[in-house]
Structure formats: structure tokens, C-alpha cells
């Protein structure tokens, strides 16, 4: 499955951003799909994950409450909406999708959208 992510941008603190990820070559039905980020000099961290099973979101500790996750089977997409934005949430954001039972490590998937940036200032 071939992925990629857009809506990145920059804004100021409070504010937000939409980002979407759109799958092509297989359905996104049959995969969990995540959202990670990787902020300078830093490792990738989980964001969140649309379980495939249920569509239900898992969200990081840092960002419950001002982000949520949602997909879109037909349409093939799942997108981060991102509010009250902080400047800690400064990252490249990636989509991903695994066909694992696990969804919270970076190695749990196969397949990485591009990433695109999020920048946010105080």
C-alpha cells in the first residue's frame, strides 16, 4: 500500500491543522493506521492509531484531548485533526499502516507515507 500525507503547515500556538493520508493499492480496511512524528534530533513518537478492527482511536497521553483521528474506509484516507496546537507539537508528521496486532512502535509497520511538517510558534 502506497501512502501519502499532506495538510501540513504552520500556525501559531492555539491554533490547527487538519492532515489527511490517502492509501492507494490496497484498502486501508485491513490496516491499522497510525500517525507518527518526529521532531528534530528527537526518535519518531506515536501520535495515535485507528484500530482496523473497530475504527476506534488510540491517542498518546500529550496530545488526548486536542487531537483525534478518524477514517474513512471508502474513501481510503484517515486524518490527524490537530487543535490548540503547541509549539512542542513541532514534527514531521508521518502516516503508516500495519497489519500487525501491535500499533504503538514505529517497527510495528510496513508501510510510511512521505511526512509532512507541522510548525507551530509561540
Known amino acids: 500500500v502506497q501512502l501519502q500525507a499532506f495538510g501540513g503547515g504552520s500556525v501559531q500556538a492555539g491554533g490547527s491543522l487538519r492532515l489527511s493520508c490517502t492509501a492507494s493499492?490496497?484498502?486501508?480496511?485491513?490496516?491499522?493506521m497510525g500517525w507518527f512524528r518526529q521532531a528534530p534530533g528527537k526518535e519518531r513518537e506515536f501520535v495515535g492509531v485507528?484500530?482496523?478492527?473497530?475504527?476506534?482511536?488510540i491517542l498518546e497521553d500529550s496530545v488526548k484531548g486536542r487531537f483525534t483521528i478518524s477514517r474513512d474506509n471508502a474513501k481510503n484516507t484517515v486524518s490527524l485533526q490537530m487543535n490548540s496546537l503547541k509549539p512542542e507539537d513541532t514534527a514531521v508528521h508521518y502516516c503508516?499502516?500495519?497489519?500487525?496486532?501491535?500499533?504503538?512502535?514505529?517497527?510495528?509497520?510496513?508501510?510510511w507515507g512521505q511526512g509532512t511538517l507541522v510548525t507551530v510558534s509561540s
Open positions: 485507528s484500530r482496523r478492527s473497530s475504527g476506534t482511536a
Open positions: 503508516a499502516a500495519s497489519s500487525s496486532v501491535v500499533f504503538r512502535a514505529p517497527r510495528d509497520y510496513g508501510y
Open positions: 493499492g490496497r484498502t486501508i480496511r485491513s490496516y491499522h
